[in-house]
């Protein structure tokens, strides 16, 4: 007898039986992987553009002694370094969730950014540059601008217009005490069970991006594949406006050559559909704007 459990699910007598759909071999292996199948999409990767910031994501910065990333106190919510020990910044993944930021794009601009910890707290930076963590709701001061560089990220605050830097001790791990790195990892500073010893402050008034100010950000990899789809789906809406602005400045004879936000749906329904020329032809006929399609 089976042990699989019986569903309780009603059903009436005259309901069609649904069959479910099965997966070939070769479709569950690649579950899981890219979109060309030759990346997991777990797990976490170093962001290189703008449009790869959505979502968690990880601060981590080079110009301390060990490599260190910025961490949330989930007692007092301020922001400090906290030391990764021997990891590679290239393949840094979080420890714990006060490791962990979560971004998202704001309104006010392109390149502007809310930056939330994982305790639902705002980071934000005040009129002198102390930048703290402890905002419940996104306003001016929590408001960061997005500087894509060469060799990683700057942000700057968009009130205060200072770079988020980092103000390191020096410190060797090996040279620290091994006593205070095992009370580090307890976790009981409020800076997260198992993370390293709190190596650096953090601070938002630096005029201009140096060393201190560049920052490299781990985001997970479906985020590069989620950027990858959008910029498809923009190029192949761009493709199809531009497509129908061109015949119809080939072929205008009167009519009309405004396009409705419904007819601009239309179209792009049609170029996933692959009629798009057909769509084309029945757009023109109906502004009569076409003196060969009457």
Known sequence: MSDKPKSMRLSFKGDPKTRKKKRASSERDAEGTGADGSEPLEGWTTADAIDHLM???????????????????DKSYALALQSLGDARIDAAEPVHVGQVFLVSRLPTGEARVSIKSAFDRYMSCDKFGVVSCDKEAVGPYEEWEVVKREDGFALQSVTKNGFLSCEPDGVLDSDEDPEKLKRAATGKSGYGLGGGRICGTVRADADSVGFKEVFQLRCQR???????????????????????????????????????????KLLKKAQKQGNLNEALLERREKIKADRYCK
């Not at 950027?227 to 009519?255: I, T």
Request: hydrophobic letters at 35%; glycine letters at 4%.
């Open 222 to 264: 479906q985020n590069l594949a989620n950027a990858q789809k959008k910029k498809k789906k923009e190029k192949e809406d761009a493709d199809a406006l531009a497509m129908d602005a061109d015949q119809l400045k080939r072929s205008q004879s009167y009519g009309r050559v405004d396009m409705t936000e419904r007819e601009a």
């Open 55 to 73: 979502g968690p994501i990880m601060l981590l910065t080079s110009a301390s002694a060990n490599p260190a990333c910025i961490v949330s106190n």
